[in-house]
């Protein structure tokens, strides 16, 4: 004989699906929302991402967040909801910084308001303690946000003076006379000069997103994570150095022209995965340190 459910079960898995069906329209009017008011921010932003190889590494998170969202989605839905009236000041001073940003012509205000909307949004709907769930995620969406010009410009210039200088003082050492004038190694073949886009910046900015998410997946210690982070920008500075000296060595006793086309470009590739396989080492390096007891 079939096992018919009792009426008060029927009446439960109805307010069950009642209750997922609101859910699921509320996001998705909250979704449609933010895509009417954030359309251009996030138009612009991605054709940032796709036309300036500095912000290049932006395409990879949004799928990596998106990824992560996924597998949290059983720690998420186990969350029970606790709407909080705390999330509406974060809201406000949202709308607030994409005001000052739409007016002031501030893309990176524009831009990092959507973050704390996002936040607001979390906490008024879900509670603080789902919107701690999302704080790394939220974390992640942040490193996507190109930096502004003012602190772009500030960072790149001594990124530019150091990697000159490291590669003027090497290349004495295999044999090649070298006379430096600021960002420009003269060398007896022809002049290199360190642009803005030879600062390393790029890798710099790819490799340090790299380590956040490589030590998020692969370590459970939050301080060896912030070190590994911290590691990616020496790992970064040192690898750029050792491009513009291997660019230098091949002016010298290979092709110039080849050495500055393709050796330049092709190095890049390699000396990038090169810096993943330093990185992986120096976690392997700090896995061997104590670690908290909190945070095992």
């Known amino acids: 004989m079939p096992i018919r459910p009792t009426k008060e079960q029927s009446t439960g898995v109805s307010h069950a699906s009642h209750e997922i069906a609101w859910k699921s329209w509320r996001i998705s009017l909250i979704g449609i929302a933010i895509a009417g008011l954030y359309y251009r921010v996030l138009w612009k932003l991605a054709i940032d991402w796709w036309h300036i190889p500095d912000f290049s590494h932006g395409l990879l998170v ?26 509406i000041p974060l809201i ?9 940003g739409e007016y002031g012509a501030e893309l990176y205000l524009a831009r990092i308001s959507l973050i704390i909307v996002l936040a607001g949004l ?59 004038e600021g960002n420009i190694i003269e060398l007896p073949s022809m002049n290199l000069e360190v642009a803005e886009a030879c600062s390393g910046i790029r890798s710099l900015m790819s490799l340090f997103t790299l380590s956040v998410l490589y030590g998020y997946f692969m370590e459970v210690s939050r301080s060896r994570r912030i070190a590994l982070a911290l590691f990616s920008i020496p790992i970064a500075i040192v690898a750029n150095a050792a491009r513009i000296l291997g660019t230098g060595l091949c002016v010298q006793y290979w092709d110039p022209d080849k050495a ?37």
């Open 260 to 296: 500055v086309d393709f050796f330049h470009e092709f190095s890049g590739w390699v000396i990038f995965i090169v810096s993943i396989g330093c990185l992986v080492v120096m976690h392997r390096l700090i896995s061997h340190l104590p670690m908290r007891r909190r945070e095992t």
């Open 122 to 180: 979390l906490v008024t709907f879900g509670g603080w303690e789902l919107s701690k769930e999302f704080r790394f995620i939220l974390l992640l969406l942040l490193l996507a946000i190109p930096i502004p010009a003012i602190v772009f410009n500030q960072i790149t210039l001594p990124l530019q003076n150091l990697a000159s200088r490291a590669a003027s003082a090497l290349l004495p050492l295999f044999a090649v006379p070298v006379l430096r």
């Open 92 to 100: 406000g001073l949202g709308l607030g910084t994409l005001l000052l």
């Open 62 to 87: 949004p799928p990596f967040a998106a990824y992560l969202v996924w597998v949290k989605k059983d720690a998420i839905c186990a969350i029970k909801s606790t709407p909080s009236w705390g999330g």
